[in-house]
């Protein structure tokens, strides 16, 4: 079994629509949760950072984890053009290797002006 | 220069060549990570340096050799490679081996092998 899974992808979206972005995953031990946003040609830039259950917001874009539910967020509110890039979310467990990310595939997220 | 960087952007080589990648992160890191990006696949953890040491080898085929001299520079030497490796390669840095800490990525290697 994959230990990240995304919800199918890729999106497009009218400008100022809000997005809702997803991943499950398996492993229980999991409790560091990020987002990174990858613009076409470049690296992944760290976007949201979220420790355990909980959510958290900056700005036009919120985190959310549901452990219980094995289950990452990420919503954009008011999207732009600007927001068009390739979304990854990422985790990391607690454990003696807790440096490791296990990634998603990410999601291609197209607005359109 | 600010961040991670890395160098050179893009890379076609041949089979028999020889190559190295090289990566510097500026923001004064004690970790260092290279990992592979391919189409349609998750990113892949290749190796991990803490203070020039390696301490994660992810079952990478020996044709890659990373070298880390010091904790700011890390280099991913390339041989005989096939062209299933052609992929984007990334560099990362992070405060330290802890737990949750965050890594930074550099913009990344183009490689191209024929």
């Known amino acids: 079994q994959k230990e990240v899974e995304k919800d199918p992808g890729p999106l497009s979206v009218p400008e100022g629509a809000i997005v809702s972005l997803n991943c499950t995953y398996s492993n229980s031990a999991f409790q560091y949760f990020m987002w990174y946003r990858q613009y076409s040609r470049k690296g992944p830039e760290l976007l949201m950072y979220?420790?355990?259950?909980g959510n958290k917001e900056d700005g036009r874009f919120t985190a959310q984890v549901d452990k219980s539910s094995k289950y990452i967020s990420l919503f954009i509110r008011d999207s732009q053009p600007s927001d068009s890039a390739t979304y990854l979310c990422a985790m990391s467990d607690s454990g003696g290797s807790n440096y490791k990310l296990t990634f998603g595939k990410g999601t291609l997220l197209t607005v359109n002006p | 220069e600010t961040g991670v960087t890395q160098t050179p952007r893009h890379l076609v080589m041949g089979m028999t060549n020889k190559k190295s990648l090289k990566c510097e992160q500026h923001?004064?890191?004690?970790?260092m990570y290279w990992y592979k990006q391919s189409a349609k696949k998750p990113l892949e953890l290749m190796f991990v340096y803490s203070l020039e040491e390696r301490v994660e080898n992810n079952s990478v085929p020996s044709r890659f050799s990373p070298e880390c001299p010091n904790s700011s520079h890390l280099f991913l030497h390339l041989h005989t490679l096939q062209p299933e490796d052609s992929a984007l390669y990334l560099c990362?840095?992070?405060?330290?081996?802890?737990?949750?800490?965050?890594?930074?990525f550099g913009p990344g290697t183009r490689l191209t092998v024929l």
């Open positions: 990362a840095s992070s405060q330290d081996l802890i737990g949750g800490d965050k890594q930074f």
């Open positions: 979220t420790y355990s259950s």
């Open positions: 923001l004064g890191h004690n970790a």
